[in-house]
């Protein structure tokens, strides 16, 4: 019994001790205006570390990041999605999946379209990447997420689809897939 309450007594110092580390960094972060929290900690942890799956940062800015719910709530639905990467290429049937997941889902920033080939095996991309032909996306939303990976399931113009654990939505135009 003893003993439990001292484990149970050292995690309560522990989470503690976390949280503080959070406040800390989020305050040092807010005087600095180095990093954009968007008033989340974990935007603050995460700030500028990469995504291997990607190939690109994290955080790469959007101008999304600095918006409130309300906001990002209240923006037309043909302004919901922000390109940080070329956009011509991208084939009509993905564009058209990205607005119906912007208008239900709420603002996206598309952070990868094209890859040349010695980008992709930089990162570790397939040999046969749909990035290679400008035929995959790879985007976050800004908003609620729930039912997404069914939506895309679903949806006769997605091939492939996959939800990395970063959180970033990858689509194609290939064949009915995930991994």
């Not at 110092?13 to 990093?35: C, E, H, M, P, Y």
Request: glycine share 8%.
């Amino acid at each position: 019994m003893r003993f439990t309450q001292s484990l149970n007594f050292t995690r309560h110092k522990l989470a503690i001790l976390f949280l503080t580390f959070i406040a800390v960094t989020t305050a040092t972060s807010a005087q600095s205006g180095a990093l954009n929290t968007n008033g989340n900690p974990w935007h603050a942890l995460t700030n500028g570390l990469m995504d291997h799956d990607h190939g690109h940062l994290l955080r790469e800015p959007s101008p999304f990041d600095d918006m409130s719910a309300v906001q990002l709530a209240a923006l037309p639905k043909g302004r919901r999605i922000h390109f940080n990467a070329p956009s011509k290429c991208v084939p009509a049937r993905l564009k058209s999946v990205l607005q119906n997941v912007a208008a239900k889902y709420g603002p996206i920033t598309v952070n990868s379209t094209v890859r040349s080939s010695k980008k992709n095996r930089k990162i570790g991309g397939k040999k046969r990447s749909w990035h290679l032909r400008c035929a995959a996306v790879d985007f976050r939303v800004h908003a609620g997420t729930k039912g997404l990976l069914s939506y895309l399931r679903k949806n006769k113009n997605v091939g492939g689809y996959k939800r990395y654990k970063s959180g970033f939505y990858h689509i194609d135009i290939g064949p009915k897939r995930t991994w």
